[in-house]
């Protein structure tokens, strides 16, 4: 299933020591002068049609700046700093362009510029994932050919505090560019220019291994009780409670060398991704984002509740450009599968998820069917990015597609009640109607007395609803499906779009109380 293992292992280590030599010795800049577009702008890249589209960067203080995109223009002035932004008008055109940006005698241009659809696909390692380490990779790759397409990938660098720039380099999709970059953005990506006809721009921010913490300001953490303990392992410098100041921390580093192993990993403290990978990029425009963490916040799930809304919230409020759309995957199958039913951190985390649909603009897919029991790292990235893709046409796209989907997501529990000895679940999202995916009779339902205590039950399709009933339980209060890590389960429409696990109950969740960061 793994191709191509030497990228995958070389791969992101060079990416990460790049990103570190960035940040400790600061980012050369490739133009003689004073005048610098942020890292975002350059050749072949795409900007987002039919929005506002900021352009930014720096010159001397106090310098005239004028941009220019085809037929439109907008001036500013650099400010003491020598920072500058201006706002294009909307710019809809189906030819490329060239965005000239000038100041006195200095002049900066890029060219083979597409209006089309950003957009931000941010995460941990399964997003990270690439498409040569993804199953079918040769397949894939062989038709990897969209000169439309365009990729961009931040380079993966943590910060104590929000860097301003940042060095990226766009790409058009070739077998070259999609090997080494996100696979689910890739497919996403892919299926959404084949489908709408018009060029797609996808921005990779990823970085494995990371906490959904390290992806939001650590300022906005500020007054939550249930967070207090991010900020206290990240200490005043954001390096490190160890680490008063980032120069103690720099000191700890030089004087450790080769050995320096601080007690917690600095890219997994709260805001530090976010400083160095997420608000360089704002406020380019985007359509939306696409994403894929929640593995390293399993054990705190009860916590991820609170987190994961405030930092869609956080997002949308920083970028400034209203409630894009935010489609996420929740967390694949992964590990053995338990013989009886249990609480489980996993489930309690998908559960959060789920939870944040309460957010306008907000999709989310299952990958409960497409994991891999011994890889953390499922292969099928191409479902992933389809399913993504397939919300997005279903919603985001639907008034602009041909034939919109008539169905974009997997049976969801609408309405749960209880007669007699029977559990009646009623489902939404049903498309042509609910089956056992493999044919066999319904599993994963489990239901509960006041006891608490869940069996499996036999489970039957009546119309929208599944009726549940289980030997030895009279009086059910509860009902749980595909509640595991790596539940046996198969409800799904006939459409072939897995129910969403889910649970009936507010029993205590196994991760109340865990409410600290990661420790490596």
């Known amino acids: 299933m793994i191709t191509q293992k030497p990228l995958l292992v070389t791969f992101p280590k060079r990416v990460a020591l790049l990103g570190l030599v960035l940040f400790f010795a600061g980012a050369v800049s490739s133009f003689a002068g004073d005048l610098k577009p942020n890292g975002m702008f350059g050749d072949h890249m795409v900007?987002?049609?039919?929005?506002?589209?900021p352009v930014w960067g720096v010159?001397?203080?106090?310098?005239?700046?004028?941009?220019?995109?085809?037929?439109?223009?907008?001036?500013?002035?650099?400010?003491?700093?020598?920072?500058?932004?201006?706002?294009?008008?909307?710019?809809?055109?189906?030819?490329?362009?060239?965005?000239?940006?000038?100041?006195?005698e200095e002049t900066v241009t890029f060219t083979d510029v597409l209006m089309g659809d950003v957009w931000f696909c941010s995460g941990q390692s399964n997003?990270?994932?690439?498409?040569?380490?993804?199953?079918?990779?040769?397949?894939?790759?062989?038709?990897?050919a969209y000169p439309k397409i365009r990729m961009a990938k931040v380079p993966m660098v943590y910060s104590g505090e929000p860097l301003d720039?940042?060095?990226?380099?766009?790409?058009?999709?070739?077998?070259?560019?999609?090997?080494?970059?996100?696979?689910?953005?890739?497919?996403?990506?892919?299926?959404?220019?084949?489908?709408?006809?018009?060029?797609?721009?996808?921005?990779?921010?990823?970085?494995?291994?990371?906490?959904g913490e390290a992806f939001i300001p650590a300022g906005a953490l500020e007054g939550h009780p249930a967070f207090a303990p991010l900020l206290e392992l990240r200490g005043p410098s954001g390096y490190g409670a160890e680490y008063p100041t980032k120069a103690a921390f720099e000191k700890a580093r030089e004087e450790g060398g080769k050995d320096f192993k601080p007690k917690n990993s600095i890219k997994n403290m709260a805001g530090n991704v976010w400083n160095g990978m997420v608000a360089p990029v704002i406020p380019f425009a985007i359509k939306g984002v696409?994403?894929?963490?929640?593995?390293?916040?399993?054990?705190?799930?009860?916590?991820?509740?609170?987190?994961?809304?405030?930092?869609?919230?956080?997002?949308?409020k920083e970028w400034g450009q209203g409630d894009f759309p935010f489609l996420y995957v929740q967390l694949a199958n992964f590990e053995a599968t338990h013989p009886v039913p249990r609480g489980n951190a996993w489930a309690e985390l998908r559960e959060a998820q789920a939870l944040a649909l309460d957010l306008p603009g907000t999709g989310m897919v299952t990958a409960i069917d497409i994991g891999d029991p011994k890889d953390i790292h499922p292969g099928n990235k191409r479902e992933v990015g389809r399913r993504l893709a397939l919300m997005a046409k279903g919603t985001v796209y639907r008034d602009e597609v041909k034939d919109p989907p008539a169905v974009w997501t997997g049976p969801t529990l609408k309405d749960s009640r209880i007669e007699g000895a029977k559990v009646i679940l009623t489902f939404e999202h049903i498309g042509s109607g609910l089956v056992a995916s493999d044919?066999?009779?319904?599993?994963?339902?489990?239901?509960?007395?006041?006891?608490?205590?869940?069996?499996?039950?036999?489970?039957?399709?009546?119309?929208?609803?599944?009726?549940?009933t289980a030997s030895g339980v009279a009086g059910p209060v509860a009902a749980r499906y595909a509640w595991d890590m790596n539940p046996v389960a198969n409800l799904a429409n006939k459409e072939g779009l897995p129910a969403f696990p889910f649970r009936t109950d507010t029993f205590p969740m196994v991760t109340e109380g865990k409410l600290g960061g990661p420790r490596k």
Not at 441 to 461: N, P, T
Request: glycine share 10%; aromatic share 10%.
């Open 165 to 211: 720039d940042v060095e990226l380099k766009w790409q058009a999709c070739t077998q070259r560019a999609a090997f080494a970059f996100s696979a689910v953005a890739y497919h996403f990506g892919r299926d959404l220019h084949e489908t709408l006809g018009r060029p797609i721009g996808l921005i990779q921010s990823a970085w494995g291994a990371t906490p």
């Open 290 to 316: 696409i994403w894929y963490q929640g593995e390293n916040n399993a054990a705190r799930a009860a916590q991820y509740r609170e987190l994961f809304p405030l930092l869609v919230k956080t997002w949308r």
């Open 127 to 144: 997003m990270m994932w690439p498409v040569g380490n993804a199953d079918n990779s040769k397949e894939e790759l062989l038709k990897a």
């Open 59 to 104: 010159a001397s203080p106090g310098a005239k700046v004028e941009v220019t995109l085809g037929e439109a223009s907008a001036t500013g002035t650099a400010d003491d700093a020598g920072r500058w932004k201006v706002i294009l008008p909307a710019e809809d055109s189906t030819e490329p362009l060239t965005l000239s940006i000038s100041s006195g």
């Open 47 to 53: 900007l987002q049609a039919g929005a506002p589209l």
């Open 439 to 468: 044919g066999e009779k319904l599993k994963g339902f489990a239901i509960a007395g006041a006891d608490q205590r869940f069996v499996w039950a036999d489970a039957e399709i009546s119309g929208n609803d599944v009726i549940l």
